[in-house]
């Protein structure tokens, strides 16, 4: 514990956003598995960007999200599983950009059925998968960049006393 506070202290990433991630990663992985595994149509159907039926889709991004759950919680790989949560989370603003420039403009069934299970809109599960893409996306490359600064023996921005009257 007291390695993570010199650690931190020396402007490099703080392991919380990482097991946060983690949660949020393992959470959807999980909805996606059930969600493709269920007997809606809507799942044959085509995805129009990718080209694969929806199942198979959430099936491949549900077993990525795990892997990369799996290393920001059980591994120490701090570095790798920031590269991979920033890796997944611009892949799913690329794919999202994709599909409103071919004029998709429906919410993203990203949640699976855990949307209707939690009596959640399409558009409400859509926003809530909207403000966790941009929470990984952020998060990482902020982080990342963190480390860039710490390896190139920049200071941190925040001084690690302002750090934790910030953080608390």
Known sequence: M??????????????WFIRSAGVVL??????????AI???R?????DPLIGIPFRQLLL???LAELLIAF??????RRRLSLLAIAWLATSFLVYRLGLWFIGWHHPCACMGSL???????????DNIMKGLL???LIGSYGMLFRLWRAARGVPALVKPAEESVLAG
């Open 134 to 136: 941009a929470y990984l």
């Open 115 to 125: 949307a209707g299970v939690l009596h959640l809109t399409d558009q409400a599960a």
């Open 42 to 46: 809507a799942l044959d159907a085509t």
């Open 38 to 40: 269920g007997s809606a």
């Open 71 to 76: 290393f920001c919680l059980f591994t120490d």
């Open 2 to 15: 007291s390695n993570d506070r010199n650690s931190l202290s020396a402007g490099v990433e703080r392991p």
């Open 26 to 35: 393992a959470s959807t992985a999980v909805a996606k598995a059930f969600s």
């Open 60 to 62: 491949v991004i549900g």
